[in-house]
């Protein structure tokens, strides 16, 4: 959480200092609203157990539930559910002392409610699955390679451009907004937020729900391949 | 002299320790340089995108916000290359006690405990570093002056990284698991080094006081190659090498006292 404070923090200080009235279509008082905003939507969106499950996987550690009668990604799933459920109380201290430093800086967050607002909800459970599988497909290839770290720092280094997490998506440029539509990043991060601030109508709303369904069911396959692939390939220490 | 030519070639026989075992992992080799790559590239689309949004940051320009993408590269792709995996190994080292085998070799502690790794892949943004300043660097005239001011500045810059870091992991003799406090000061260096300081200038004077040594790492060697950093900064940032690096010595050196191997 500290860390995404200061990753979103400078970033809006960096369009602040920038001074222009609007930036990509964004008012100076709704930047600072998308990063107050997406500071929270990566917390509750961003389920991540890479470093865990790649050491499970390295150490042999992972035979230790293999063995059992579980689901490997149901059973990790289940623990972040409950990390984020027990971190709540942070979560709670982090937005007072947003709204502090806010009150400090005269700075406002302004949010206006609309219908299409109920679309968040599926958009946020699309989020959570891209989020997840995306994860457990990377962390997989531990399978097969001794270092998987700089492939999670390489989907970071994609992600924090085109998920929404450096700059809202409708700063980057028409041919690569048009990629971005069709590839997975832009669903586990900034799509609800982009319902939340109303930047998003029409067809490309609807158009943007199919493509998170379906990046949200085609992660799940590949995770699912890769697991069948992975373990067969696997052999732990001491064998 | 002698001791220094001493260590020298101690450090060479690391290098070629340290490569050997590199080689055997060669598919890791060249995954960690193509991530260091696309880093970079992303880096600099970064400026290019934000510049287009918005064409003056603080009075940054876009060439002089690549310059600033490229001194950070230069700075961090030394630094990462030479420290990075000692200061990542050396709190497990410490935590649980094999340190120990560093501490018996007749060498300088501080020497082995952060140089003894090497990592190569962080060669290529080295390199990706001078890249980007050879092409921005072209664009303006400078002085032999200017020059030598801002190559001091890299090495003061270097010993600032270098002293930080050291500082924070010693802390690791008295309490475990600080392994979150250093992400998040990693973290706040990534971020901060690749903004312009007078960004946080304009927007609160007791921030950029606060992180006023991360600027000097990274900020202000830019701002000196474009002849706008004031003497007494180039001063202030010398002087706080200086500084820090024998307070994180001494520090060193006052921990191992109390070093009693893993059962500490």
């Known amino acids: 959480m500290l860390i995404s404070l200061v990753r979103t923090g400078i970033a809006l200080l960096m369009w602040l200092a920038a001074g222009n009235a609007v930036i990509g279509g964004y008012t100076k008082e709704e930047i600072i609203s998308y990063y107050v905003v997406i500071m929270f939507a990566e917390w509750f969106l961003m389920w991540n157990p890479f470093h865990p499950i790649a050491e499970e996987i390295r150490s042999g550690y992972i035979l230790t539930m293999l063995i ?28 007072i002392f947003v709204f502090a430093m806010l009150k400090i800086l005269n700075l406002r967050v302004i949010l206006i ?109 590949i995770y699912r391949f890769l697991w069948k692939k992975g373990v067969k390939a696997y052999s732990a220490f001491g064998q | ?33 193509l991530t260091t790559v696309s880093w970079a590239v992303f880096a600099i689309f970064a400026v290019i995108l934000y510049s287009q949004q918005a064409p003056n940051l ?11 993408t490229g001194v950070f590269s230069l ?22 006690g094999e340190l120990d085998v560093l501490l018996t070799k007749p060498l300088d ?45 890299l090495v003061a810059a270097v010993i600032i990284l270098y002293s930080i870091w050291l500082l924070l992991v010693t802390l690791n003799f008295y309490t475990r698991r600080l392994d979150n406090m250093i992400s998040f000061l990693l973290e706040l260096f990534d971020q901060t080094s690749r903004t312009p300081s007078d960004a946080f200038r304009i927007a609160n004077s007791w921030a950029f006081n606060f992180l006023l040594p991360l600027f000097m790492v990274v900020s202000f060697p830019t701002k000196a190659l474009w002849g706008k950093l004031s003497t007494e900064w180039i001063l202030t940032t010398l002087i706080t090498a200086i500084a820090l690096f024998f307070l994180s010595r001494k520090f060193w050196q006052f921990s191992l006292q109390h070093y009693s191997s893993a059962s500490s």
């Open chain 1, 68 to 95: 059992k009668p579980l689901n490997y990604a149901k059973a990790w799933f289940a623990k972040e559910a409950g990390f984020k459920f027990t971190a709540m109380g942070i979560l709670v201290i982090a937005a």
């Open chain 2, 58 to 68: 603080a009075g940054w320009s876009r060439t002089e916000l690549l310059t600033l």
């Open chain 1, 113 to 221: 409610p609309g219908w299409d607002w109920l679309l968040i909800i599926p958009a946020l459970f699309a989020g959570v699955a891209i989020s997840f599988f995306t994860t457990m497909s990377m962390v997989i290839l531990a399978f097969w390679f001794t270092e998987v770290e700089y492939v999670n720092f390489l989907f970071w280094t994609i992600f924090i451009f085109l998920g929404g997490l450096w700059m809202p998506v409708s700063f980057l440029p028409g041919w690569l907004k048009t990629i971005n539509m069709f590839l997975p990043f832009r669903y586990e991060l900034s799509f609800p937020v982009e319902i939340i601030f109303h930047k998003i109508a029409g067809a490309e709303l609807w158009t943007s729900l199919f493509m998170a369904g379906f990046w949200s069911v085609a992660l799940l396959m």
């Open chain 2, 1 to 33: 002299m002698k001791n220094f030519k001493r260590y020298i070639r101690i450090y060479w026989q690391i290098i070629k320790a340290n490569t050997s075992l590199i080689l055997v992992y060669r598919f890791s080799l060249l995954t960690n340089v």
């Open chain 2, 109 to 153: 502690s501080q020497f082995l405990a952060t140089m003894f790794n090497f990592s190569h892949a962080n060669i290529a943004r080295f390199l990706i570093g001078i890249s980007i300043l050879l092409f921005t660097i072209k664009k303006f005239s400078m002085s032999l002056a200017e020059m030598t001011i801002f190559f001091l500045l």
């Open chain 2, 75 to 96: 700075v961090t792709g030394f630094a990462y290359t030479f420290f990075l995996l000692n200061f990542i190994n050396l709190p497990e080292r410490i935590n649980i």
